[in-house]
């Protein structure tokens, strides 16, 4: 299994965009559960920024994308 997340910028304002990144690669038996837990911190990088405002956040498993959950991304206090 090849499982990634998708970040997607939603506020009507703005231009759309996506962010990947890699979870994990695992191989499983058919009919196994596969438990998956991380702490992923997300930040600005050169090619990319991440502004406060709506994003999706969905999982992508083996090429499948699964339905989004809702994410606000605010300024955090100084």
Same mark, same amino acid.
């Given at each position: 299994?090849?499982?990634?997340?998708? &970040? @997607?910028?939603?506020?009507?304002?703005?231009?759309?965009? +996506? /962010?990947?990144?890699? &979870?994990?690669? *695992?191989?499983? +038996?058919?009919?196994?559960? $596969?438990?998956?837990? /991380?702490?992923?911190? %997300?930040? !600005? !990088?050169? #090619? !990319? @920024? &991440?502004?406060?405002?709506?994003?999706?956040?969905? %999982?992508?498993?083996?090429?499948?994308?699964?339905?989004? #959950? &809702? $994410?606000?991304?605010?300024?955090?206090? *100084?």
């Amino acid at each position: 299994m090849h499982v990634m997340y998708v &970040l @997607t910028r939603t506020d009507p304002d703005t231009t759309a965009g +996506e /962010k990947v990144a890699h &979870l994990t690669r *695992a191989t499983v +038996e058919a009919g196994s559960p $596969l438990h998956l837990a /991380k702490t992923h911190t %997300l930040r !600005s !990088s050169g #090619a !990319s @920024t &991440l502004a406060p405002g709506s994003y999706q956040l969905a %999982l992508q498993v083996n090429g499948r994308r699964h339905p989004p #959950a &809702l $994410l606000r991304i605010t300024n955090r206090p *100084a």
